[in-house]
């Protein structure tokens, strides 16, 4: 089968990148494993809410129409909106077909899948950076009794047993399942690392309506003064709820979370932990600050009508944290690990990865591998790139580029050679 594009993924990057494709009259098809939005519909807990408001819930051509501005969508919203999408935009989707090798050849790529295999020009990587849970090798040391799981394969606290559970991480994943295991009567310990710490709502306002009007989910990944760092930073302790409430680590140990430092091993059974939570909560509140006075200055230049300033309450750490745990004596059930997620490009049979197995690109433009893209990876193109809003901007600037890919492609004599410069 031919085509002039493969898009790889119908999540809602893939999609809006048909739309930006079929805006410029690009043959293409979308190769789907599953269903469209098949990773909200698949490898996401029950409760789970969006934790960007839904009015920033935009994709090419189409916004939030509800009557809930202000509100987080619960999944089978988030479904129905990436699935209306697919059907408002027409999207040549092809469902259960599986990528299982893309290989370069001499006119473009070969996208090989259970269901046939596809020759194309371009190809547009949209698999998702969240295809599996990182779980670090400590978990090995953990004993045969206790039952572990991802959030990937966590779905609510009817699923444990009634013994105690140890969360690993507190980004806002690792915060949202500790308040939910606990509000289910379950004594919980949360291990904390590296945090982002945000509140809900500041000077009334939703913190993302900030950041989004300040611009920083528009700094470009070029302007970013460590690029490596913001491409890995944690996710925001946030949640959504109808109250709007914030979720951090004062608010879980007043409901009778144990708070403890980074698991650093567990050895014989007993789980060990760094002395450095102090150090790491300071940091995030000094993190936190520091942002929030940068919205104060805007607020001020702009002359903006919002309440006065004020600081969250800063994180109150135990004096003396425990540093060690013996999982069968605490009697610990499960393990939680909510330390992460990588993508899976182990189907990609194209020399683009680093040393560390990422792909190597510039801006989602791929490098050493002319008329491959890459989308919903963080900080791709811009700070707000791996949440729903950024593929408006990226997939606009992606579709322009490939665009002009195409067009040199035509132009040139060797076709497969010529390559647009990286900058879109
Ligand atoms: C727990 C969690 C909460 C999040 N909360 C928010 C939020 O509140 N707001 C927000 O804006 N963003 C949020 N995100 C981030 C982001 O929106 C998602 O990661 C989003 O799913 C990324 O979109 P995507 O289209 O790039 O990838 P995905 O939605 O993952 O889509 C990729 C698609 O590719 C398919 N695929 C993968 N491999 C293959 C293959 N080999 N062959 C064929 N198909 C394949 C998958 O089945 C999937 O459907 C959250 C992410 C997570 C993990």
Request: aromatic residues 6%; contains cysteine; proline residues 5%.
């Amino acid at each position: 089968m031919d085509t002039t594009t493969v898009v790889i993924g119908a999540g809602h990057a893939g999609l809006a990148m048909s739309r930006r494709l079929t805006e410029r009259s690009i043959d293409h098809v979308v190769l789907e494993r599953g269903e469209v939005a098949n990773s909200w519909r698949t490898e996401r807990w029950d409760s789970l809410r969006l934790l960007t408001p839904n009015w920033q819930s935009r994709l090419p051509g189409m916004g939030y129409s509800g009557d809930d501005p202000d509100g987080y969508m619960r999944m089978p919203e988030v479904i129905d909106f990436i699935a209306g999408y697919a059907c408002a935009i027409a999207a040549p989707v092809q469902t259960g077909t599986t990528v299982t090798r893309v290989t370069r050849t001499a006119t473009g790529y070969e996208v090989t899948t259970d269901r046939g295999i596809w020759s194309c020009a371009t190809v547009v990587v949209a698999s998702g950076g969240s295809n599996v849970a990182d779980v670090p090798a400590v978990a090995a040391g953990v004993p045969t009794s206790v039952t572990m799981h991802t959030p990937m394969t966590y779905r609510s606290p009817d699923q444990l047993d009634q013994r105690g559970v140890l969360v690993v991480g507190a980004s806002a994943t690792g915060v949202q399942l500790a308040d939910e295991i606990r509000r289910s009567g379950r004594a919980v310990t949360i291990a904390v690392g590296e945090h982002v710490r945000l509140p809900r709502l500041y000077r009334g306002r939703d913190i993302f309506w900030w950041m989004d009007a300040e611009g920083i989910f528009d700094e470009r990944y070029d302007e970013v003064d460590d690029l490596v760092r913001a491409r890995h930073l944690p996710s925001p302790q946030l949640i959504g709820t109808s109250q709007r409430r914030s979720i951090d680590l004062n608010g879980l140990a007043a409901a009778g979370i144990q708070i403890v430092g980074r698991l650093g091993r567990i050895s014989d059974g007993v789980a060990q932990f760094s002395g450095s939570l102090a150090n790491l909560c300071t940091l995030a509140d000094l993190k936190m600050n520091r942002l929030l006075t940068r919205l104060d200055d805007w607020a001020t230049e702009t002359h903006l009508d919002v309440e006065r300033p004020y600081r969250p309450e800063p994180t109150s750490v135990p004096s003396r944290p425990i540093l060690d745990m013996d999982l069968r004596k605490r009697d610990v059930g499960t393990v939680i690990w909510a330390t992460g997620y990588r993508p899976d490009h182990s189907w990609l049979d194209v020399p683009v990865f680093d040393h560390k197995g990422r792909i190597r690109h510039d801006g989602g433009v791929v490098r050493d591998a002319p008329g491959m893209y890459l989308l919903g990876a963080n900080v791709l193109r811009r700070r707000r790139s791996s949440y729903i809003h950024g593929a408006e901007q990226d997939t606009a600037e992606l579709g322009a580029h490939l665009h002009r890919y195409l067009d040199s492609r035509a132009r040139s004599p060797r076709p497969h050679l010529a390559r647009p410069s990286v900058s879109a």
